[in-house]
């Protein structure tokens, strides 16, 4: 039976039919231990291995992509990212949420949490913090008159905001209500463990996100 290359053709039972397409466009993914060479002597030269193609060099986690032709390939190494090989950073964004149902609600600094693995959230050594967004889904309510702040490894970036035994009229803690805040840059020193911070009185009721927005190490 004929393999169709068509674009109806790459469902999650045809994987032979996407590789067929890659070898007729001459883009094949390859494997070599140790670093490509260039030129019409160089790695699979011989091959009918054109622009496009990907190589991975299994020794040492590296991939290429061939930016040359059939024949005469040029292997050039696919920067990671976030590499900053021109001089500049790569933008990213740290999701974090408080859910009072599954977060510790009590007076004291805790860290956000990974829903998944339970891990700690954090933002990597290095980064440069820029700014952040607060997106609160239920208001912030609490066991009396308290306030909450958030922090990364202790530094603060958001001031304190009230709550109490209702939900404020206005505040960043009410519910529907997005607020940003701008902290002063600053470079990440040690692992950034991204932190909320409860004062005087426990959280009884709530739910938020917060967008932290970074410069990659």
């Known amino acids: 039976m004929a393999l169709s290359s068509g674009p109806k053709s790459f469902g999650k039972l045809n994987v032979m039919a996407m590789v067929r397409k890659l070898i007729d466009e001459e883009a094949p ?5 140790g670093a490509p060479v260039s030129g019409v002597s ?3 030269a011989d091959y009918p291995v054109g622009g496009g193609a990907l190589l991975v060099d299994v020794e040492n986690s590296t991939l290429y992509i061939n930016k040359g ?3 005469n390939p040029i292997w050039s190494e696919v920067p990671d990212e976030g590499s900053g090989s021109d001089g500049l950073g790569v933008m990213r964004v740290a999701k974090a949420n408080f859910d009072e149902d599954l ?8 860290p ?9 959230l954090a933002i990597p050594t290095g980064s440069i913090i820029l700014f952040g967004v607060i997106n609160t889904a239920v208001a912030i309510v609490g066991g009396g008159a308290g306030n909450l702040s958030l922090s990364i490894q202790g530094t603060v970036v958001q001031n304190p905001i009230a709550y109490s035994l209702q939900p404020w009229i206005v505040g960043t803690w009410n519910a529907s209500e997005m607020d940003s805040w701008l902290a002063a840059s600053f470079v990440i020193s040690t692992t950034g463990i991204l932190q909320y911070n409860i004062a ?9 996100d917060v967008y932290y927005f970074y410069l990659a190490p």
Do not use: A, C, E, Y
């Not at 977060?103 to 805790?110: A, E, I, L, Y």
């Open 112 to 120: 956000f949490k990974n829903r998944l693995t339970g891990d700690d």
């Open 200 to 208: 005087v009185f426990p959280i009884l009721d709530g739910f938020f």
């Open 42 to 44: 160089g790695s699979f």
């Open 69 to 71: 032709v059939t024949g």
């Open 103 to 110: 977060d510790v609600t009590v007076v004291g600094t805790h």
């Open 29 to 33: 993914i390859l494997t070599l231990r």
